[in-house]
């Protein structure tokens, strides 16, 4: 039973290029949640889907972020025209319901911005 | 509470002792408590959680404490072995508000062979 997929690992974007960060759940996870890891520092929630929805949006910064979570395939981050500041661990975690049960993590992909 | 980008708190113990690893919470509110190792280069690894209706936990070789007249969360590490050596946070949660997770800072444990 694979955990939480994120690919890639490691991501290098140049200044004003996009990132695509996506997240495979866990079998029979239905919710996915994004968050970005600056170093030194604890996650910080950005933003929580179900398949075809946005449930909470907050912590998405207003311009040049997005998710979505489509009905086939991964839940995808996007960040468009990137800047020094992007650069962060970005993490994916999954549930099998609204409830905090089963809560896990992903790897992560790291992003530089160069 | 929103984190600073300073350097983490770092908890050195020896091998074979117990480790204590505290916590302070932002949000009176909040009814649910995890507390995450995150090792190098991995992402958070769920160790315990307890919800507020308890003050304490345990699990294998883990306690989780709670104290929610000072808004306190500590994690108790029975026997501290090397490969505990990681960063620990905790995080909080509201539970009717949905699966949102507030982070603490972090704490770097150090185990010493």
């Known amino acids: 039973n694979a955990g939480v997929m994120q690919n890639p690992r490691h991501l290098v974007r140049r200044r004003g290029q996009e990132a695509r960060l996506r997240c495979s759940p866990m079998?029979?996870?239905?919710?996915v949640y994004w968050y970005r890891q600056l170093p030194e520092e604890g996650l910080k929630f950005m933003v929580y889907l179900q398949k075809e929805n946005i449930i909470d949006e907050s912590g998405m910064p207003k311009e040049r972020f997005s998710a979505e979570f489509p009905k086939e395939g991964p839940s995808i981050l996007r960040i468009q025209q990137v800047v020094r500041g992007d650069s962060a661990a970005y993490f994916c975690?999954?549930?099998?319901?609204?409830?905090?049960?089963?809560?896990?993590f992903g790897s992560g992909t790291r992003l530089t911005v160069v | 509470g929103e984190n600073v980008g300073l350097h983490l708190p770092t908890l050195s113990v020896q091998e074979g002792d117990n480790s204590i690893i505290n916590c302070a919470y932002s949000n009176s509110a909040s009814d649910y408590f995890i507390w995450y190792k995150q090792e190098s280069g991995k992402g958070p690894q769920f160790i315990i959680d307890?919800?507020?209706?308890?003050d304490k936990r345990q699990g294998q070789r883990v306690t989780v404490l709670l104290n929610k007249t000072v808004k306190h969360l500590s994690l108790q590490i029975a026997a501290t072995q090397p490969g505990d050596s990681a960063v620990y946070f905790c995080a909080e949660n509201i539970m009717e508000y949905g699966n949102k997770l507030v982070f603490g800072a972090g704490t770097i444990l150090r185990v010493k062979s």
């Open positions: 307890i919800r507020s209706n308890m």
């Open positions: 975690a999954s549930s099998p319901g609204r409830g905090n049960s089963g809560y896990t």
């Open positions: 079998k029979g996870h239905s919710h």
